[in-house]
Every structure is written in structure tokens, then in C-alpha cells.
């Protein structure tokens, strides 16, 4: 007797639910999953083989962090200006080829991963979003930047890599709070004097490019702990190169700081010198 109460009201709290659900606004059954994270209001819709963002998602104004990545993404709608509380947009692994204009409306936007799509360009308008300190931009098919991201002068991390740059743009000269920049896998010949602006730089990695020479503004960024320039077309290092002291050793492994130059067309004497290891280099070139 009372186990068939008891199934009756497990029926009725399910057509009261089923009932609750359907008086659910389509926005509202994705705000369910909204989560709060570390204070920040978060989305997570990747790997949901979406070809397009749902049209409710715009309607969810209260989102800090939205993650489409590892979707089928073709465009992206001008309505995402309407997140404009958004500070981490993550957008990797889908088929963008463009982003919209409207993305400079996100004014509050730190954090960008557009990585692994299939963009042509990056629109002028980004660089409005003058609190970005991450931008990733890598394995696309970019071959330039617009003036406009100068702007971002707060940026920290830019990572470019996997693109078909062949000269590195200006803008990027004027990103003077860069602490790693990532250009490896273009098709650079050379770094602009203008380099040493950037006198932050931590970790720069150009390896994978055609750079001939390196210029000597380089050796003004002492703040160099890993720099990789292997896999390039370099004959000969510049004296001043001793200055960087910050770069301990020769390194292997990708990831070691130090210097990395290994798949050059060294010319001696500094092939050989480089025997002896980084400290050997430094010593030469002061005596030279």
C-alpha cells in the first residue's frame, strides 16, 4: 500500500517537473548550465559539434567566461557585442575565417583564444579591446595585424605562431608590456630594430622562420630567459649578444629556458665556439 503512494508521487513530481521544464525559456535551460567559477560567471559549450552559436546564448548577459572551442564554428553573429561582461572568450578549434567587428564592443575582454581556425585577418576593431592581456592568434592564416591593435598596450601574451607572416607587424612593436611573444612557424627574414621596445620580453621564440641575421637592438631585451631561434638561416650572432645574461645555458628540450640555436648554418668561428657552450659564446664575444 505504501510503496504504491509512494510511486504515485514519484509520477506526480515528474509531470510537475516535466511541466516546470517546459515553461522554461529556451535561455533559461542554458543558464542552467551556467557555473560559477572563482567568482566568474562560465559557460562551457565545447565539443558539442555546434555550426552555429544558439541564438539564446545572447540573452545570457550576466556571462564573465564563454568557451565554444572544439565546435564547427563557421561565423560568429554581431550579437556577441551583447556579452559585454565577457573577460575570457575562448574560441579555439573551430572554422572561423573572420571574427565580427562587433568583438571590439567587449570592452572588458582580457583573455582570447582564436587558435587553430582559419582566419584571414583580424578585424581593426579588436583593437578597442584595450584590457587584453592573452591573445592567441596561432595556426591560422593570417599574414598581417591592423595598426589599430598598438592599442593593446597592456597585453602580456601574444602568440602568432603557424601563421604565413612575412614581416612582423608594427603594431607589435608598440606592445611594450609583452613578456612572450611566440612567432615560430612563419616566414620572417628578420626582426626591426624596433625589437628592443620591448624591453619586458621574457620568452621570445622565432625558431622555424628564414631570419638570415638578428639585429643587434635584440641584445637590449636583458630581460631574455628563453630565446629559440633554431631552424632558421642564422650564419653569425651580434657581439653584443654577451649582454644577455639572463639566457644561462644552451638549451634542447623546447620548453628550457637558455638559448636555443640549433639548425643554423653557423659559420666559424662561432659554430665552434658554441662547443664549449653559452658561456664559451659570451666570453668570445667580449674579447672580439
Known sequence: MGGS??????????????????????????RRVVVKQFG???LSLARRGLKEAPDELWELLELEKLNLSLNSLKVLP????????????????????CLPAEIGQLRRLR?????????????????ACTQLEVLSLANNQ?????????NLTRLRKLNLSHNQIAHLPGCVYNMKALVFLHLACNHLENLAENIQSLVELKILIVEGNSLHSLPKALCC????????????????????????SHLKRLACHPLDKGLHIVHNPLLKPVKEVLEGGLTALYNYLRAT
Open 78 to 97: 554581431p550579437q556577441l557585442a551583447l556579452l559585454s561582461n565577457l573577460v575570457v572568450l575562448n574560441l579555439w578549434g573551430n572554422q572561423l575565417s
Open 221 to 244: 631585451l636583458t630581460r631574455l630567459e628563453l630565446l629559440n631561434l633554431d631552424f632558421n638561416d642564422i650564419k653569425d650572432v651580434p657581439q653584443e649578444m654577451h649582454r644577455l
Open 142 to 150: 593570417l599574414t598581417s595585424l591592423p595598426a589599430s591593435l598598438s
Open 111 to 127: 583573455v582570447l583564444f582564436a587558435y587553430r581556425n582559419r582566419l584571414t585577418e583580424v578585424p581593426e576593431e579588436l583593437g
Open 40 to 42: 566568474y560567471n562560465v
Open 5 to 30: 503512494v509512494c510511486r504515485e508521487e514519484e509520477k506526480e513530481e515528474k509531470r510537475r517537473s516535466e511541466g516546470r521544464e517546459e515553461s522554461l525559456t529556451s535561455a533559461d535551460r542554458i
